[in-house]
């Protein structure tokens, strides 16, 4: 059973930094994707950033610039380093890993972000 497990986050004041990771109970790269989403009260969820089977990264407009996506293949581990925090950053962030036949969502982390 693939675990997947968040931690980081918490609160911080707006121009603040965060930041989140990502742990997997096997290699990252035997996954077809890594993906952070988020979910702000009353809203949709929102993909924030993505890794995919090839390396590559993709950012959502409300992430270029201000987020960075990284991995450490040793600790299975991927990282979303926020940077100049918004207060339109608040929501609980979600790490999702997916392999080609299922997805597996860690539990969630708050992210506060005050202005």
């Known amino acids: 059973q693939v675990r997947v497990v968040q931690s980081g986050g918490g609160s911080e004041r707006a121009g603040g930094s965060l930041s989140l990771s990502c742990a997997a109970s096997?290699?990252?790269?035997?996954?077809?994707?890594i993906v952070w989403y988020r979910q702000a009260p009353g809203k949709e969820r929102e993909l924030v950033a993505s890794?995919?089977?090839?390396?590559?990264?993709w950012y959502a407009d409300s992430a270029k610039d201000r987020f960075a996506l990284s991995r450490d293949d040793a600790q299975n581990t991927v990282y979303l380093q926020m940077n100049n925090l918004e207060p339109e950053d608040t929501a609980v962030y979600y790490c999702?890993?997916?392999?080609?036949?299922?997805?597996?969502w860690g539990q969630g982390t708050q992210v506060t972000v005050s202005s």
């Open positions: 999702l890993a997916a392999t080609r036949y299922d997805n597996f």
């Open positions: 096997q290699s990252i790269e035997s996954f077809h994707a």
């Open positions: 890794l995919n089977t090839n390396g590559e990264i």
